[in-house]
């Protein structure tokens, strides 16, 4: 079983503030990360696949870096529609592992 | 218009079964690797399942070996999800979801 650490658990920005969330494997799993938003009641969205590919329509502002066993998600300029919780999730290998979430509120 | 759309959650007593189906449409569902996801009340993300494209290679999360099992039906554009010896602790949002696309959820609620 491959065990993500996320961090931070919570996260408190302002409006335009760049945030940066942290994922660390147990094990190396090259670029077989993604980073979903969620938005309270809703399902996850998926936001980068292969560690730093922007899926389709994500706006710019988010990035993704990162291979190996770190990997970071990059909010340049946070907007109000970014106020939700991100996770990331390995696909290297079964079982596929989440890590367990941060929550981005508003300061 | 490209969605999942899962259905076949509710309340069950523990020990209970309960099966849920997830039906795709507006896109190619046979030449896609699905999962099955699921998410306790305040809690986070907990992959359950995995079935490839054809349904020949599946996966399951320790907490639902031998109790869950995952199926699909190509050319009904659906997935299933047969749940077993239900315990409290499956309570949860259940997601099927491809690599790309989520379905909106169905709840299912374990309780006596």
């Known amino acids: 079983v491959i065990w993500m650490t996320q961090s931070p658990s919570l996260l408190s920005a302002s409006t335009g503030d760049r945030v940066t969330i942290s994922c660390r494997m147990s094990?190396?799993?090259?670029?077989?990360l993604a980073w979903y938003q969620q938005k309270p009641g809703k399902a996850p969205e998926l936001l980068i696949y292969a560690a730093s590919t922007l899926q389709s329509g994500v706006p710019s502002r988010f990035s993704g870096s990162g291979s190996g066993t770190d990997f970071t998600l990059t909010i340049s300029c946070l907007q109000s529609e970014d106020f939700a919780t991100y996770y990331c999730q390995q696909y290297y290998s079964f079982p596929r592992t989440f890590g367990q979430g941060t929550k981005v509120e508003i300061k | 218009e490209v969605q999942l759309v899962e259905s076949g959650g509710g309340l069950v007593q523990p020990g209970g079964s309960l099966r849920l189906s997830c039906a795709a449409s507006g896109f190619t569902f046979s030449s896609y690797e699905m999962n099955w996801v699921r998410q306790a009340p305040g809690k986070g993300l907990e992959w359950v399942s995995y079935i490839s494209s054809s349904g020949s290679t599946i996966y399951y999360a320790d907490s639902v070996k031998g109790r869950f099992t995952i199926s699909r039906d190509n050319a009904k554009n659906s997935l299933y999800l047969q749940m077993n010896s239900l315990r409290a602790e499956d309570t949860a949002v259940y997601y099927c979801?491809?690599?790309?696309?989520w379905g909106q959820g169905t709840l299912v609620t374990v309780s006596s």
């Open positions: 094990q190396g799993i090259s670029s077989y």
């Open positions: 979801a491809s690599n790309v696309l």
